[in-house]
């Protein structure tokens, strides 16, 4: 491996991690600047990725194995153009014909309509219980949530909080779709006890939480300690339990 293969992979790891916080990244300690005028290899990678994660994504993962991946990495990254919308639109066709090819070969297609209905319905209010903006569950080692970084996503993400911890997909809308993560070598982090787990959840969200709820003695709305009895006999706090279940 090359030392520019390596720091193409250590940005996107950056940029993972970035993700999974939910923050914005940090490259020591300067935000990269969005235009043309880098003039090394990392800040160009940084650039692409930064301008479309997907796009760039594809591209580095693909530029040795691709002659179109090749032609707009050399562009961007070795020579410094900054690639036109076409071009950047022609790498995320790529990025997602990748991605459901992958993801038809090791995956059960699978809906979780439930959870994306409740979470809906908490992000819209439930009788005189305004709406939560970003609202979050946690259940089966998983947390459930509206991403903070990206406001205008009407996916759920799902990112995997115990063990072996990361992104693990969405949860599209309309129909509640699981779309699992695949990292850019191709693997995909979530696997069938994961489905199994939001399958459990999906089946009687309510009931679900509070039993998980209960044997944790934490809401698993807003993670908080349960304290009074009421509370820790039913396994959600009285404010959540209100806002996701009416
Ligand atoms: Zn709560």
Redesign the pocket.
Known sequence: MNSLTDTADQVADMLDEAYYRGGRPQFHGKTPRSKSTSFTPLARMTELLERDEDAGRWILAQKDKNSFAQSLYEQSVIKGYVLSEKQIAAAKRGYDKDMRQETVSTLPETFFKGILDLMEGARAGKGKKEGLKFPAIRFGGMKIYYSTRRPNDPDLAVYRTEGEVGFLGKITTPDGKFQPYIWRNGKIPATQADLDKLAKLEGNPEEQLAAEGKRLGI??????ELSNPESVERG??P???GRFFG
């Open positions: 809401c698993m709305i807003c993670n908080a959600i706090g404010i959540c339990a």
